[in-house]
Nanobody
Framework: QAHLVESGGGLVQAGGSLRLSCAASGRTFSSYTMGWFRQAPGKEREFVAAISWVGGTYYADSGKGRFTISRDNRENTVYLQMNNLKPEDTAVYYC????????????????????WGQGTQVTVSS
């Protein structure tokens, strides 16, 4: 079972940037797709972005052109660079590990990920 710790959230004005980090332990990090999800108050948790174990990436439409996901396998860390933030990006952001290793197809549904961090709050003011 993986242990994930997110950091980097905070309060930012619209148009600003944040870089989220997720430090992972407990699994062979480099063998798994890593995903970022978010949950706004009163809404369901939704997919944001993911990066496969071979470096392929996929983004939800909401973040395309503004968010960039990356990973550092030496540091067992996945990042989410968020630029041009909007008030609608306000949410708790979670990182998660794919339930199966070595998958090259990126999944966007929650049930395909089986370990989650505790989340980091991102608040974007208008």
């Amino acid at each position: 079972q993986a242990h994930l710790v997110e950091s980097g959230g905070g309060l930012v004005q619209a148009g600003g940037s944040l870089r989220l980090s997720c430090a992972a332990s407990g699994r062979t990090f480099s063998s798994y797709t890593m995903g970022w999800f978010r949950q706004a108050p009163g809404k369901e948790r939704e997919f944001v972005a993911a990066i496969s174990w071979v470096g392929g990436t996929y983004y939800a439409d909401s973040g395309k052109g503004r968010f960039t996901i990356s990973r550092d396998n030496r540091e067992n860390t996945v990042y989410l660079q968020m630029n041009n933030l909007k008030p609608e990006d306000t949410a708790v952001y979670y990182c998660a590990v794919d339930a199966r290793r070595y998958r090259t197809v990126i999944h966007t549904t929650l049930r395909e990920y089986d370990d989650w961090g505790q989340g980091t709050q991102v608040t974007v003011s208008s």
